[in-house]
């Protein structure tokens, strides 16, 4: 790997291999912190040797030898060494090729057992939510506490403390470095496509900020969600989270104008959405169908293929996706889906039938303060010619948001309805 910034290319190398070469440590030492500690000894070797000897043809293997290297050097200064090498099989006379080969061979394989344990870990219902998202993008995304500070707008020190708690959370509650047993799967894979989700949902719709997004977060989402499908191929929900992050991440490019100024679906140029994201998530959902009955996240799958398959808002499949929507209420009920669907049914079967579904709403404690339930109320009312309730509507919604692209397009759409 000649000719290329050896900075540069452990920063990528990092971003790639940091989540198996932190697994892979974690089952040797039993903890996520002195994993972690240990994989960083190795990314800063390879940042002071690689300048000077240049970057090794396996960088990801290179990095992985030196990071256990330092962990059963560490474990050769612990009276338990011997202990630990005859639990994980390894022989402590072993000759160094032989290590070279177990790793290269580790690292042909992908998706290895140690990382689902990670990430099982990382996403533990023990953390807290906020806990979760840092743990999983620090671990197996590979981003630092400043690059996470930067993607949810929150000081580098509230990050560094979330990270920190997460990892006495799991230390205190000694919570092992483990698949959870076939019992409490289900509910710790929720736990685990939850976190995913609101990863790529903070980079699709950011809830604060200048931005109207943040791609880098959907990207890391989507990385995260593709190792998932690989460690876990029979999982239907998998497949179908997968498939929905796929086919929003299709649209990101439509959903911006020149000045970075939110363009709404209905508006956005279908020319400009992503056919080859668009093929490979209709392909995931697909896939999902084909193992068993769709989940939340397929039927939400489901529900954005209706937009993906049109080549017009005309074309789309209103009345299908309004069926969709009542079927994911069912399975998954919240305010936030019976909104939606007030959307899906105004667009099938008219704005008067959608405001009955929203003004049943209004009670609701949950979208108390979530503006796009003025914002929903105020287009249907624009819709049925109430212009100046609409502008009413458009204008609480823009105090009710933290986003100021979001806050600008409320004002705009309010200022449009002026007589």
């Known amino acids: 790997m000649t000719g290329s910034d050896p900075h540069r290319v452990v920063e990528a190398v990092w971003r790639m291999e940091a989540g198996r070469v932190i697994a892979g440590l974690a089952r040797i030492v039993g903890d996520i912190g002195l994993a972690e500690e240990l994989a960083q000894d190795a990314l800063v ?166 931005d109207w997004m943040r791609p880098s977060l959907c990207e890391e989402a989507l990385r995260l969600g593709r190792i998932l499908v690989g460690l876990m191929p029979s999982e239907t929900e998998v497949h179908g989270l997968v498939a929905l992050m796929e086919l929003q991440m299709s649209r990101i490019v439509a959903r911006t104008g020149p000045d970075g100024e939110p363009v709404l679906l209905l508006d956005q140029d279908r020319g400009r959405w992503d056919r080859l994201l668009i093929r490979r998530g209709l392909a995931a959902l697909q896939r999902a169908e084909s193992l068993g009955t769709l989940g939340p996240y397929g039927l939400q799958a489901a529900i954005a293929a209706c937009h993906a398959r049109a080549m017009s808002a005309e074309d789309t499949d209103w009345e299908r996706m309004a069926a969709l929507y009542l079927v994911l209420g069912h399975v998954a009920p919240s305010p936030v889906v019976e909104l939606n669907r007030a959307v899906a049914v105004s667009m099938a079967y008219g704005p008067g039938r959608g405001l009955e579904i929203v ?20 287009d249907l009312l624009a819709r049925l010619g109430r212009t100046a309730e609409a502008r009413e509507e458009f204008e609480r919604a823009a105090g009710l948001t933290r986003n100021e692209r979001e806050r600008s397009l409320f004002l705009r759409q309010a200022e449009a309805l002026r007589e």
Request: aromatic content about 6%; proline content about 7%; glycine content about 8%.
């Open 45 to 210: 070797i390879a940042l002071e040797q690689w300048p000077q000897s240049g970057v090794p043809d396996n960088p990801g293997a290179w990095l992985t030898l030196t990071a256990k290297h330092r962990a059963i050097d560490m474990l050769r200064r612990r009276s338990r060494y011997e202990e630990k090498l005859q639990e994980f099989g390894r022989d402590q006379v072993r000759q160094q090729a032989d290590v070279e080969t177990e790793t290269v061979d580790m690292l042909d394989d992908p998706f290895g057992d140690d990382v689902l344990r990670l990430l099982f870990t990382a996403c533990h219902p023990v953390l807290s939510t906020e806990g979760r998202l840092a743990l999983t993008l620090r671990l197996l995304g590979g981003l630092s506490t400043e690059e996470i500070a930067r993607a949810f707008l929150v000081p580098e020190p509230t990050v560094g403390q979330r990270i920190f708690r997460a990892k006495r959370t799991l230390s205190d509650k000694h919570i092992k470095i483990e698949l959870p047993p076939p019992g409490e799967l289900p509910a710790r894979l929720a736990s685990v496509l939850e976190v995913i989700y609101l990863i790529f949902n903070e980079g699709y719709a950011a809830t604060t900020g200048d």
């Open 359 to 378: 003004e049943g709403l209004g009670a609701e404690k949950a979208l108390r303060e979530y503006p796009q339930l003025p914002a929903v109320r105020g």
